[in-house]
């Protein structure tokens, strides 16, 4: 008889490279990543090379880092609320456009809006730690610190407003919404399955 890992093996995307492992959490990274990193690190660069007499390839390094790490940590937050309730995460799926982390699923609205405020709770903790540096030290004085501390003060702040915007595009449901539709469940005190899709950002590969 398979196993059950056998029986609903996590899904795989093609594009994607060989996987990694964080405290055994199998990391999948999409190559549209590398490709927007390599864009916004291009885009930097030639930027600083117009307004500036001589580019600077640390104004390129920081503000990918920057990007990839604001990006990344959305995800790195579900994958921290979800083990704080006691959810398996069974993988994290970087890609340029729909990344995901894939849970068990949640079975109390305490549990879901944990695990779906994890990404913004996520940016809203990497704001206060970069507010809390520039509270001390004002903002950086070289062109690299500056275009780094730039793009990540703008990338956590449009993250957190797509964060809460309440959509659907196609299969996946974003978090705003769904958290909304949890509120309303909480507050209604209705009985019945959680309003959190069969198909979305967290679910289980048993579910698939
Ligand atoms: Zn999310």
């Known amino acids: 008889m398979p196993s ?3 029986q609903n093996p996590v899904r795989v995307a093609t594009g994607v490279m060989q996987p990694f492992r964080i405290r055994g959490i199998p990391i999948f990274v999409h190559w549209s990543v590398l490709f927007i990193d ?3 690190a291009a885009n ?3 930027v600083n090379s117009f307004v500036s007499s001589s580019a ?4 390129a390094i920081g503000c990918c880092f920057s990007y990839t790490v604001s990006i990344t940590a959305h995800e ?3 994958a921290a609320a979800a083990t704080s309730v006691g959810l398996k995460v069974h ?4 890609t340029g456009g729909a990344s995901h982390c894939r849970t068990d699923r949640p079975h109390s609205v305490r549990s879901a809006f944990l695990l779906y405020s994890g990404g913004l709770l996520a940016h809203l903790a990497l704001l206060s730690g970069a507010a809390s540096y520039l509270a001390l030290f004002g903002w950086p004085r070289s062109p690299a610190g ?3 501390m730039y793009t990540f003060v703008a990338v956590n702040l449009i993250s957190i407003a797509i964060t809460l915007v309440p959509y659907r595009w196609g299969r996946h449901v974003s978090d705003g919404r769904i958290l909304w539709r949890l509120l309303m469940h909480a507050i209604r005190d209705v009985s019945g399955p959680l309003p959190v899709p069969e198909s979305n950002s967290q679910v289980s590969p048993t579910r698939k």
């Open 4 to 6: 059950r890992k056998q």
């Open 38 to 40: 390599v864009c916004i």
């Open 44 to 46: 930097a660069y030639l």
């Open 56 to 59: 600077d390839w640390r104004v």
């Open 76 to 78: 790195f937050g579900h």
């Open 91 to 94: 993988a994290i799926h970087l």
């Open 146 to 148: 500056l275009c780094a």
